[in-house]
Structures are given as C-alpha cells and as structure tokens.
C-alpha cells in the first residue's frame, strides 16, 4: 500500500492506493493516526511511503516498511551538490551503494539465486556500514538522513511486489488535488467526506476495469454489486 499526502485547506487530503484499490481521505489530522484508521493496526502487507515522519510513529513500529527510493536519491544527490570538505563523503558514499541497488534490482530477473544473495549481502553490508546505529556525525543533516535510512530501506529487492517509489500514490494523489483547488477546497467535513468516497470508488472501478460512472450511478441506484455489463 503506498501512501501520500498534500494539503490545499485546513483539511489533509491522502491516498493510499495498491494495484486494485485506492482511498482517499480527507482529515483535519496530518498524523500516523490516519494511517491506522484506513489500514486497521494489523496491517500485513508493505507501507511504501515518502519520508514524512509520521510514518515512523511507534504505533506503526512492527509494519513493514519501506521508503520511497526516489525521494531518498534526490536528497543525497542535493547534498552531494551542497556539501563540502569531510561532510560530503557520506551522501556521496550513501549514493554510490543506492545505485548499485537499483541495478541489482534490474538485474535482478536474470541472476541466479546465489549471485543475487551474494550481491544482495555485499549492498545490505555497505549500508550497514554507513549508518550504524551509533556512529557519530557532525554534520546535522547526514546524521538526520542516516536515521532516516535505518527504516527497511532494500525491502523493494527483497518482495517482487514491492516498488522501489511511492509514485503510485503520488500520480493517484495530482487529479484528486486539483478538483479540490477547482472547486475551491473542502469547506466543511461533510463535503470531505463526499469528495473522498466519490473519488476512491470512481478510481477504484477504473483500476478493476469498470465504467466508472456506470459503476457509480450503479451504485448509487441498486448497491454496490457491479452491474453484470461492467
């Protein structure tokens, strides 16, 4: 499940979206409570999300998880550009092994099993080494970044269906943004939560092959069973 979120009034908009399914919610609160309140504290299968802290909350601390792999290499890019002297050897290091992943992980449909855990072993070892828990940074920035890191950062070699980015729920995140912004936002609660059942069932029937509209005006007029033409 790959979350994201923005906001255009005083209310939050998320999606959190997988290959047949995506919600929407809309919600005063910018916290992990949201998170469990759609996906229940038993959640089983792997967050993939950007690097907004609230994912990191400790009610969510026995989730698999996994960061989105772009945002982690345009912030090491940025501060292998920015930085200087000693403090620019970590990101660019850091860099370095994350390419290496993303190749393994395109290779990864022609290798063997045992080529793969060797290459695997060799990258989860390098990582290890550059942000163990304990090792002192002064630069502020490569210290917060290595915290960040600590978070299940190559689970996408590991499962086939977990993606390296959260792009999914970002592009299922822009049209829901932008029919706010039309609209003038979401003025009160009721119209909220109008707008994001209306949007998750219109785009969850087009991720399943449905006419949406027919879908919805289905819906609406006899119940949610899809209509046998669909």
């Known amino acids: 499940m790959r979350p994201a979120g923005g906001s255009g009034s005083y209310l939050c908009l998320s999606a959190f979206t997988s290959e047949r399914i995506t919600v929407y919610t809309i919600d005063e609160r910018r916290s992990h409570e949201v998170v469990v ?9 792997v967050l993939v999300s950007d690097c907004f802290t609230a994912y ?37 290091e850091l860099l370095a092994v994350l390419r290496e992943a993303s190749k393994l992980r395109e290779e990864k449909p022609w290798l063997g099993e045992a080529e793969f855990r060797a290459r695997l072993l060799v990258l989860e070892e390098g ?3 550059l942000i163990v828990e304990g ?9 917060r970044l290595a915290k960040r890191l600590r ?8 499962l086939e269906e977990v993606e390296a980015t959260n792009n999914r729920a970002e592009r299922a995140l822009r049209p829901a943004v932008i029919v706010r912004k039309t609209g003038g936002c979401n003025r009160g609660e009721r119209g909220a ?4 059942v209306l949007a998750s069932l219109l785009v969850t029937a087009r991720q399943q ?6 879908y919805l005006a289905h819906v609406l007029t006899v ?7 669909a």
């Open 37 to 45: 309140d759609i996906l229940w504290r038993r959640f089983r299968g």
């Open 127 to 129: 990582l290890d080494a």
């Open 193 to 196: 939560r109008t707008h994001a």
């Open 209 to 214: 092959g449905l006419n949406p509209v027919n």
């Open 223 to 229: 119940g949610s069973k899809p209509p046998p033409e």
């Open 56 to 92: 990191d909350a400790q009610a969510l601390e026995g989730w698999l998880k996994r960061k989105c792999f772009a945002h982690i290499l345009r912030e090491l890019s940025k501060l292998s550009w920015e930085k200087t002297r000693g403090a620019v050897r970590f990101p660019r």
């Open 151 to 158: 978070k299940h950062l190559l689970t996408f070699l590991e």
């Open 135 to 143: 090792r002192r940074f002064t630069d502020p920035d490569n210290a």
